[in-house]
């Protein structure tokens, strides 16, 4: 019975981080129907920021949140806005965002390993290896900090959508393009906010995933196959989707490490997009779509 | 001077062929307009050059004499011109009340907000009971009323609308022209689009009848659907069919 909770809790402390990095590749899915191929790659930028923090200004990670956060939204608005906009009104926009964010991952890819090579990096704060041991369970101290401050974030994100009068344009924008636009929603501004936004979850993201995971240039592949499962998982544009698709799978992940051993795990997640595309393709939460 | 003044306008979509092909046309204040025609007329890419979802590529449109095209959507909409389109255009994940609310989103006075909430919820009682509820559940009755509800929040001076009654049944149809003749006396001006032209003429004071993207022939509501020429030549599937029901 321990050991169910043990793993259970092991997958929930994970479960927060993955909510966080899919968080921010649903929201552009859901505003502007962008499929963020380049999304894991911009929370490895955010990883090395964090990196770079850490090693010359001995920045905590958690705190260096507040530095990727700002900087990758900044970022974000960068990439965004000359590139997108002018194929927004093609019919056949989700299709181009795919093939351009694909060429972004490699061109950021390209960069990183150029300026930061290949080696694997890892900030190392006190709390990265320390446990508390509660009640027979052991809980990764570092890992119950990401999942807390995911949550957090999550949080906010939460009461930002609901009750500003932005975060309400775009729910708005989500729900009805079009509409937000009738209603006088500035649907342009809305989305490159909502990429800002994306980038910035991203960056919070990479603050957390730095000293969670060992990372280099090219892994941002493996994170972004795992996320586009997540949201797959639990509905594309949906944000409650995404948390409870990140929850769910990463504790089947961490029970399927438990019983057949860690080489298996990653295989959770592809069997999961299998399984959800097979029997119910719209995903948990997302409405049948219309793309 | 006429309050909008379309003047010479083409427009199409993306790379395709021009749907309006040089059209022209007055609208007065405080009428209401039926614009009639065959599929394909044009009817609804008027209403969206007018609105600004879609820019002329030639030609220009103009409110109280000034150049509004090339403004975005919110910019007209804070000009007083409302578009309501055919295709289902709530919010289906917010309340009624979130609906409403949205309508009037370029209001920033929660006291105005509230006064048009009540002046909606006077011509449509009915909301008044559902406004907890998610708009995606309503029938689709109840939904059209949500719409012309969340265009009043907007207090326009233009209110165009694109094809009300489809897919509603007849006498919840009734209910909804009946409204709409009632936004006149709001001192709305109305421009509407109808598939049904009968039921459309009649609830308006002005027919407008457009054929291959330009304006055909215009004059009083009453007049064009006496005339069997006009009849025979660009209405005779729309009336039949409205005849039909």
């Known amino acids: ?291 | 001077m006429a309050l909008l003044e379309i003047d010479d306008v083409t427009a199409g979509y993306g790379v395709g062929p021009d749907i309006l092909t040089g059209i022209s046309l007055e609208v007065n204040a405080g009428r209401s307009y039926c614009i009639v025609g065959p599929n394909g007329a044009g009817k609804s890419t008027l209403l969206k050059v007018v609105c600004g979802i879609l820019h002329p590529r030639s030609g220009e449109v103009r409110l109280n004499g000034i150049r509004v095209s090339g403004l975005r959507p919110d910019q007209l909409l804070a000009e007083g011109i409302c578009f309501v389109p055919q295709e289902q255009s709530l919010f289906p994940e917010m309340t009624v009340r979130e609906n409403l609310v949205m309508g009037a989103f370029l209001v920033r006075d929660r006291a105005v907000v509230n006064e048009r909430m009540v002046r909606v919820f006077e011509l449509f009682p009915l909301l008044k009971d559902r406004v907890s509820q998610l708009a995606g559940t309503l029938s689709g009755g109840e939904q059209q009323m949500v719409v012309l509800g969340r265009a009043l929040m907007v207090d326009p001076k233009v209110l165009m609308i694109d094809e009300p009654s489809l897919g509603l049944a007849p006498i919840v149809a009734d209910q909804i022209f009946a409204t709409i003749q009632g936004f006149s006396a709001l001192g709305i001006t109305v421009i509407l689009v109808e598939q049904n032209a009968r039921r459309g003429l009649e609830s308006t004071e002005w027919g407008i009848v457009l054929d291959l993207g330009t304006k055909r022939f215009e004059g009083p509501a009453e007049g064009i659907l006496d005339d069997p020429r006009i009849r025979e030549l660009y209405l005779g599937a729309a009336l039949s069919k409205g005849d039909d029901e």
């Open chain 1, 1 to 291: 019975m321990t050991e169910i909770i043990q793993v259970l809790v092991l997958g929930l402390l994970l479960g927060g981080v993955y909510a966080l990095m899919a968080s921010g590749l649903t929201l552009l899915f859901g505003v502007m129907r962008i499929v963020n191929l380049a999304h894991a790659a911009f929370i490895i930028v955010a990883a090395y920021i964090a990196f770079y923090a850490f090693d010359l200004f001995q920045i905590d990670p958690l705190i260096s949140v507040l530095i990727t956060m700002p900087v990758m939204f900044v970022l974000g608005l960068a990439v965004y806005l000359p590139l997108f906009p002018r194929i927004e009104s093609s019919a056949r926009y989700t299709e181009m965002t795919v093939l351009m964010t694909f060429g972004l991952a490699l061109v950021m890819e390209g960069l990183l390993g150029f300026f930061f090579t290949g080696i694997f990096r890892s900030t190392r704060p006190p709390y990265a290896t320390d446990a508390i041991l509660w009640a027979d369970l052991f809980i990764p101290t570092g890992q119950l900090l990401a999942t807390g401050v995911s949550a957090l974030l999550l949080i906010g994100l939460w009461l930002f959508l609901r009750y500003t009068r932005t975060g309400t344009a775009v729910r708005a924008t989500m729900q009805n393009r079009t509409s937000a636009q009738i209603v006088g929603v500035n649907v342009r501004r809305i989305s490159a906010i909502s990429f800002g936004l994306g980038m910035a979850l991203a960056g919070a993201s990479g603050s957390l995933l730095s000293y969670l995971f060992p990372f280099f240039p090219a892994q941002h592949w493996r994170w972004v196959a795992l996320l586009l499962a997540l949201i797959v998982l639990g509905g594309l544009g949906s944000l409650k989707g995404a948390v409870i698709g990140a929850v769910s799978l990463a504790v089947a992940s961490a029970f399927v490490t438990n019983q057949l051993g860690p080489d298996w795990s990653p295989m959770t997640f592809y069997l999961a997009l299998f399984i959800i595309l097979l029997v119910r393709p719209q995903g948990l939460f997302g409405k049948a779509l219309r793309i």
